[in-house]
């Protein structure tokens, strides 16, 4: 029988291979706002947040190969912020930045931007809007992708200073959305063996899942092409993310029932490590722990 997943669940942070590490730095702090975090005992890795909260881990591999087109992956990690000034932010940081935007898009649930960092893993800049404003039908949470009214948004960006403005303490990543080798099988592992629900398949290709009625914490599409190989091993891009439980009680249920559908995973001193059936990481980990 399956468990649903506690309503308090949350993504964490996102740890990426990069074989540069000061170029991804300088995007992450220039354009998303993000800082260094003080403290990190693993040698070659640099974790950068908001508010001393680690979103974005960079796992240093100068050797690392670029990840192939046509596998598995990232295809893009969400950075939510808690306002709409705070998007607005974001905005006049790319443009100082002159750091090119892929898009602007109204989800209906949210506003959103679209860039990249330098080594092609995909960036989403985003903010919510009031969740007594989305629309729910049998079928889940109503989502669109439309024109964003960037004009609109940016008549709420504060005056900009000096140097590029950090993003707020409440800053956090929102939801990653993963590439894939068959919606089926993902599915499966991220609602049937894990107990996220699925809130959208309006989408050709692609499925969202949540937990706690958010529109989406995982997004999974196969625009890839279904069947798609994972990375070589090393690869630039995700090494893994984190799904953030509410206490270690929730964690140990969730390892039963990675072993109960034989799902490979490791116990590790910060949560459990295992995969999804197309490769991608996932940590599992203990808000308290």
């Known amino acids: 029988m399956r468990v649903a997943i506690s309503p308090d669940t949350s993504i964490g942070s996102v740890r990426l ?7 991804e730095r300088e995007l992450y702090e220039r354009v998303v706002g993000l800082r260094p975090i003080a403290g ?11 508010n001393g909260t680690p979103l ?9 190969p670029p990840r192939p087109q046509g596998t598995t992956g990232l295809f893009h990690l969400a950075v939510l912020f808690g306002s709409r000034a705070e998007l607005a ?37 985003y ?30 960006a504060p005056e900009s200073g000096p140097e590029p403005q950090a993003a707020a303490p409440d800053t956090r990543i929102g939801h990653v959305h993963l590439q894939v080798a ?36 995982i997004g999974l599409n196969t625009w890839a092409g279904r069947g798609a190989p994972p990375p070589p091993p090393g690869a630039r891009g995700l090494r893994w993310f984190e799904i953030v439980l509410p206490d270690a ?11 109960d559908a034989g799902a490979a995973a490791e116990r590790l001193s910060d949560g459990v490590l295992t995969t999804d059936p197309s490769g991608n990481g996932v940590l599992l980990r203990a808000a308290s722990g």
Not at 40 to 50: D, K, N, Q
Not at 56 to 64: N, R
Not at 119 to 125: A, D, R, S
Not at 189 to 204: A, S
């Open 17 to 23: 291979t990069v074989a540069d590490v000061e170029r």
């Open 89 to 125: 932010a974001a905005v006049r940081r790319i443009a100082e930045a002159r750091w090119p935007l892929g898009g602007a898009s109204d989800h209906l649930v949210s506003e959103a931007l679209y860039t990249g960092d330098p080594e092609g893993t995909g960036i989403e800049l």
């Open 182 to 217: 068959d919606l089926d099988a993902a599915e499966a592992f991220y609602v049937g063996t894990l107990g996220f629900e699925v809130m959208t398949r309006g989408y050709p290709g692609a499925l969202f899942v949540s937990a706690g009625g958010y529109h989406h914490h």
């Open 249 to 259: 009680a929730q964690l140990d249920e969730a390892e039963r029932a990675l072993d």
């Open 56 to 64: 974005i881990e960079l796992a240093a591999d100068p050797g690392a």
């Open 127 to 156: 903010r919510d809007r009031p969740r007594e404003e989305w629309t729910r039908t049998e079928d889940g949470v109503e989502m669109a992708t439309l024109p964003l009214d960037v004009d609109s948004l940016l008549t709420e």
């Open 40 to 50: 990190t005992v693993e040698p070659g890795l640099m974790r950068l947040g908001a």
